[in-house]
């Protein structure tokens, strides 16, 4: 059984990820007028929002979420949000912001292809 949630986790590196002690910097949001405060903060700024539309019961959210909490601590200059739904088709589904518009979106636990949609809309310095 491990290698089949290695695989679905990415490997060794996403076992790493999985154990990290590091700190989250994901905000969570469990109404809708929070969130809505929050993106009408940022949607005008160049800052890349990377969304995870997640549920309690959903396994492989689950398993992505060691890995978020490690993706929001590495990428500091992008913002991490958690909002937890019911209403999706599936999960975890993440999608990315920039200025107010989805620029791209990842449905499925699949860690490199989060990390590289990332890399490709952060802001570049």
């Known amino acids: 059984m491990g290698g089949i949630l290695s695989s679905l986790l990415g490997g060794p590196a996403a076992a ?8 989250s910097q994901v905000r969570s ?3 809708s007028e929070r969130w809505q405060l929050h993106f009408n903060e940022v949607k005008e700024s160049n800052k890349l929002v990377v969304i995870d ?4 019961w959903c396994g492989p959210c689950k398993l992505m979420e060691p890995i978020f909490n490690a993706l929001s601590s590495k990428f500091t200059d992008v913002d991490f949000v958690k909002i937890d739904v ?14 107010g518009k989805e620029v791209d979106r990842l449905i499925g636990a699949k860690k ?14």
């Open 112 to 125: 490199e292809e989060l990390e590289k949609k990332i890399e490709k809309h952060r802001p570049t310095a």
């Open 16 to 23: 790493e990820a999985a154990s990290s002690s590091e700190p």
């Open 53 to 56: 539309f997640s549920a309690t």
């Open 86 to 99: 019911d209403e999706l088709s599936a999960m975890p589904t993440f999608v990315l912001v920039k200025k």
């Open 29 to 31: 949001f469990h109404s």
